[in-house]
């Protein structure tokens, strides 16, 4: 029997950046704070882009963002923001940035309450799609429906990430979070 892939690798060569992301990445969950920030500062720069321009650049976002360490992100100065804007290997939009440094700041609040960015979604693990755009929209900037169900289907919060015919399902039901 022929493996089938989810549809929006099917097609694509062997070794592209979709397919390693497919297979390796997408629907798994995401244990450290940082790597979940990380997946939100890359959901949110998609937004009105093509995720293949997204996964193109994610080494680029690693570097100019710090490895994503959230508590250096929240710390980003004024001139440090300008920098990033003019970094033409990453997304270059002020309402992008502004919101990444911000939502770093939430998220050390979120972690001085619940110890953990992880902590505090496994203790609203689960709601519906609509309840979790809800609290983000409460708690983060730049977090519309399509950006938190990419971000929470991308990490196991929310199912739909793989068809149940692709391989990798199974693998993902089984990692994600219960």
């Known amino acids: 029997m022929a493996t089938t892939y989810c549809d929006f690798v099917a097609g694509a060569g062997k070794e592209t950046v979709h397919r390693h992301y497919h297979d390796i990445e997408y629907g798994f969950p995401i244990a450290g704070d940082n790597e979940l920030f990380?997946?939100?500062i890359l959901e949110i720069n998609q937004a009105g882009l093509s995720w293949d321009t997204i996964l193109k650049k994610k080494e680029n976002f690693f570097k100019a963002y710090d490895?994503?360490?959230i508590s250096k992100v929240a710390r980003y100065t004024q001139a440090?923001?300008?920098k990033l804007l003019l970094d033409a290997g990453i997304i270059r939009n002020r309402l992008k940035v502004e919101a990444a440094v911000y939502n770093a700041g939430q998220l050390l609040l979120l972690q001085k309450e619940h110890g953990s960015f992880r902590n505090w979604l496994d203790l609203h693990h689960?709601?519906?799609?609509e309840e979790w755009v809800k609290l983000f929209k409460k708690n983060f900037k730049f977090t519309g429906g399509e950006i938190?169900?990419?971000f929470l289907m991308s990490t196991g919060y929310l199912p739909g990430a793989h068809s149940e015919q692709c391989p990798v399902y199974k693998k993902v039901l089984k990692a994600g979070p219960k």
Not at 126 to 129: E, M, N, V
């Open 148 to 150: 938190v169900g990419e």
């Open 38 to 40: 990380g997946r939100l």
């Open 126 to 129: 689960p709601l519906t799609k």
């Open 67 to 69: 490895g994503f360490v």
């Open 80 to 82: 440090k923001k300008e």
